[in-house]
């Protein structure tokens, strides 16, 4: 069964960090792109950072650029990405998504990701 299980959300104030976790089981991330998505209430989801399964590019919505971090440890079949410098407007349910043999586009659409996880809440609050 192809699971996704993201971990690492919770509060923090603005200018904190959080890195978020996203466990991947009954199959190999060896051979997949990740995705990490947002939905804040009201609004559409979006795609934050990727990180392709072929060539080694990642790639980053602007509004996360030189904060955010995508990375990934093919060995734990774990997908990181590192928040850091988080405002409130970073605020809002993260998901994780795979999708196999796919490079990721400067443009990061939902609708191209097959597999996902539930989604852990990150709230940037003071």
């Known amino acids: 069964q192809v699971q996704l299980v993201e971990s690492g959300g919770g509060l923090v104030q603005p200018g904190g960090s959080l890195r978020l976790s996203c466990v991947a089981s009954?199959?190999?991330?060896?051979?997949?792109?990740i995705g990490w998505f947002r939905q804040a209430p009201g609004k559409e989801r979006e795609g934050v950072a990727c990180?392709?399964?072929?060539?080694?590019?990642?790639v980053y919505v602007d509004s996360v650029k030189g904060r955010f971090t995508i990375s990934r440890d093919n060995a734990k079949n774990t997908a990181y990405l590192q928040m850091n410098n988080l405002t409130p407007e970073d605020t809002a349910v993260y998901y994780c998504?795979?999708?196999?043999?796919?490079?990721?586009?400067?443009?990061?659409?939902?609708?191209?990701?097959?597999?996902w996880g539930q989604g852990t809440q990150v709230t940037v609050s003071s």
């Open positions: 998504a795979a999708e196999g043999y796919y490079n990721c586009p400067n443009y990061v659409s939902p609708y191209r990701f097959a597999s």
């Open positions: 990180t392709s399964s072929h060539d080694g590019n990642s």
């Open positions: 009954g199959f190999s991330l060896d051979y997949y792109a």
